[in-house]
């Protein structure tokens, strides 16, 4: 059977990695490091990570066991501060950073349990599209909405992030409907400091140039627009998820799409020495959402 221990030193691997860095984190060689790789990878039959001389990244097998793993580990931790933690009481300044439109959305109309629940927490929360340095900026927790494969912090996955192709029925109407994505060169593709979308569709990835008539630096802009019938854009179903049930946003070439490598985390520093304050706002906003987040019910027919 896999021990938790394991499985942590491979979750650490993979945020900080190398090996080495691991090392350094739990006290350890590299070389007792990378036995304990070798031991999972013998144990599972499988391998986990690719090794180069510059660099370590996830086998396709590896990036579904360290999705997995993170969430072990992260509920391996809440069982143990549940029944351990030193007070029970949530205090101080919590800093939070998220998205504009999702911490809009998505975070502020839930906040009213998560205070009345900790009435000694103070919650500044910034709503920003820059990603930020949360270290370096003094952040608790940054909601990001991003592929962390490569991220240097904790990541817990709150919800998956399905980015369609859409257009209003009257734009379709008036210029067509394409059919390939050669002919998504004849429309009006919107987009927000961006020159080019990375779709994934039947064959793999492929990148889209984007010669939009309308430059902004609004993600919020580029949803009006899209909604006012200006063109076709690229939003995930957060942002359109009313728009699409309604009818009042259609999507277009179903077959392509977002990265299915982008979800929506919680990122943090450490998980050493984690604050209660942190640790109780990252378990509230796992409750929220879930595998199929209200935003993607009912839209089944319209996700790949």
Known sequence: MNSIADLDIFARVVTSGSMSAAGRELGCSPAVVSKRIRRLEERLGARLLQRTTRQLSLTEAGQGFYERVVAIIASAEEA??????????????LRVSAPTSFGRLHVAPHLLPFLDAHPELQ???????????????????????ADLQDSSLVARRLAPNHRILCATP???????????????????????????????GPDGPVTVRVDSPLRTNSSEVVREAVIAGVGIALR???????????GRLAQVLPG??????????????SRRHLAQKVRVFVDYLSTLYG????????????TR
């Not at 143990?80 to 300044?93: C, K, P």
């Not at 734009?171 to 400091?193: D, F, I, Q, V």
């Not at 995930?236 to 309604?246: K, M, N, V």
């Not at 392509?256 to 520093?269: D, N």
Request: glycine share 6%.
């Open 80 to 93: 143990e501060a549940w029944v351990s933690r030193r007070s029970t009481a949530v205090r101080g300044v």
């Open 123 to 145: 919650l500044d929360l910034i709503l920003t599209d820059a990603f930020v340095d949360i270290v370096a900026e003094g952040y608790d927790v940054a909601v990001r909405i």
């Open 170 to 200: 009257s734009y379709l109407e008036r210029r067509g409907t394409p059919r390939t994505l050669a002919e998504l060169a004849t429309h009006r593709l919107l987009a927000h400091n961006a020159d080019h979308w990375r779709l994934e």
């Open 236 to 246: 995930s179903t957060w942002d359109i998820g009313p728009e699409l049930r309604a």
């Open 256 to 269: 392509y799409g977002g990265s299915r490598k982008v979800a929506i985390h919680a990122v943090y520093p």
């Open 291 to 302: 595998a199929t987040p209200p935003w993607d019910e009912g839209l089944d027919a319209l």
